[in-house]
């Protein structure tokens, strides 16, 4: 476009950066199982109609972190409202699987990823917990000792993001190229520069892949959809101050993709998680989000979603009271 200089290379970041992001490949297993202790670990993956790639994400992490190496004491699935057969497909790779709306039904049942891993926090009895998309399509189970290393490393970090190269294989023109992270790209990083600047430096900040203090996340509110991601990361930075986040290359991740109308609503919840962060205001726990197609005639035709965009309490406060802790 003329008038605009092609994006010239900044130099990555301040101190944070240099301090906080660790490089790919650098990390000693039997180092990360030394740092370990006599924590309690568990992989848990958010899945809705994941059958065709839940089993192999599960068997890659047992295989390689609880049965040869027992980095992992357990491996959750959180069966989201699936109709297909995710959680029999989990079950049989060896998951515990949990239905998402039979953990604690007194606390009632949303739709949403954030519901999914805020219910794991209820069903999960962990000290750290790794979240993994269960969507992959390219093995990686490497990344749960990457993602560990940082946090049990060191106590002064509660939260650590992965970030990877994101091709797009969606059988676009294209597939392949790095076009993956499109809601990362044209919402939630442009977001972020004009409310959040301090995480100008976090690679992926959409990362669904990442390891938390499991008393840390049970301190924070947890959007029910798509916003989950991006608020746990807000809110840590807010809690506990920049260095206790810390982000780990991945090298690359392919997953499955939704198509563009389908990032309307994820677009829309993570925009919400984090203008209900911003300095003021609470938003309202629902909107309606107008897409548009065309009619038989060729006329622009309106089709309307309704984008849930409630928060679940911390966790901590409604934890039954013999798990108080
Ligand atoms: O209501 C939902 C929506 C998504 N997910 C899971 O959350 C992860 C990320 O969601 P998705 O793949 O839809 O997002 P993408 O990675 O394509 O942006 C996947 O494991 C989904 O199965 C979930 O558990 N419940
Ligand atoms: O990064 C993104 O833009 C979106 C969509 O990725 P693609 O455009 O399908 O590669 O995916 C991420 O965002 C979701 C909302 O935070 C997370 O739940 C996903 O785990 C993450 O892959």
């Known amino acids: 476009m003329s008038g605009l200089r092609s994006g010239t290379a900044a130099a990555a970041g301040g101190d944070w950066f240099s ?3 660790h490089r790919r490949g650098a990390v000693d297993p039997a ?4 740092a370990k ?6 992989v848990v993956l958010p899945a809705r109609d994941e059958a065709a790639t839940v089993g192999a994400v599960v068997t890659g992490v047992r295989r390689a972190w ?5 980095l992992v004491d357990e491996v959750v699935v959180m069966d989201s409202d699936s109709v297909d057969d995710t959680g029999a497909v989990a079950r049989a790779a060896g998951a515990t699987v949990h239905r998402v709306r039979d953990v604690r039904p007194d606390l009632g049942g949303r739709p949403g990823k954030g519901e999914a891993i805020w219910k794991a926090q209820l069903a999960v009895d962990a000290d750290v917990l790794v979240f993994v998309d269960a969507d992959l399509t390219e093995s990686a189970p490497d990344l749960v000792p990457a993602l560990l290393a940082p946090l049990l490393a060191d106590d002064t970090v509660a939260l650590v993001k992965g970030f990877y190269d994101r091709p797009l294989r969606d059988g676009s023109p294209t597939a392949g190229e790095a076009h993956g992270g499109r809601v990362t790209e044209l919402v939630a990083r442009p977001l972020l520069t004009l409310l959040a600047p301090e995480l100008a430096d976090v690679v992926q900040p959409l990362a669904g892949e990442w390891a938390v203090r499991a008393d840390h996340l049970a301190s924070l509110s947890v959007p029910s959809g798509y916003g989950v991601d991006v608020a746990v990361l807000l809110d840590t930075v807010r809690a506990a101050g920049l260095d206790a986040v810390a982000q780990v290359d991945l090298g690359l991740r392919a997953h499955t993709h939704h198509g563009l109308a389908d990032l309307g609503p994820m677009a829309t919840q993570v925009m919400a998680a984090v203008l209900a962060r911003r300095a003021h205001g609470p938003l309202p726990a629902e909107v309606c989000l107008r897409q ?3 009619d038989a005639a060729g006329d622009p035709q309106p089709v309307e979603r309704a984008v849930p965009l ?3 309490p911390p966790a901590a406060a409604v934890r ?3 798990r108080a802790s």
Do not use: I, K, N, Q
């Not at 180092?31 to 030394?34: D, I, K, R, S």
């Not at 202790?37 to 568990?42: C, E, F, T």
């Open 19 to 21: 301090s906080r992001t």
């Open 31 to 34: 180092a990360v199982l030394a």
């Open 37 to 42: 202790g006599g924590r309690r670990v568990a």
């Open 66 to 70: 609880l049965e040869a190496v027992p």
């Open 292 to 294: 548009f197609t065309r």
């Open 310 to 312: 409630d928060e679940r």
């Open 320 to 322: 039954a009271p013999e």
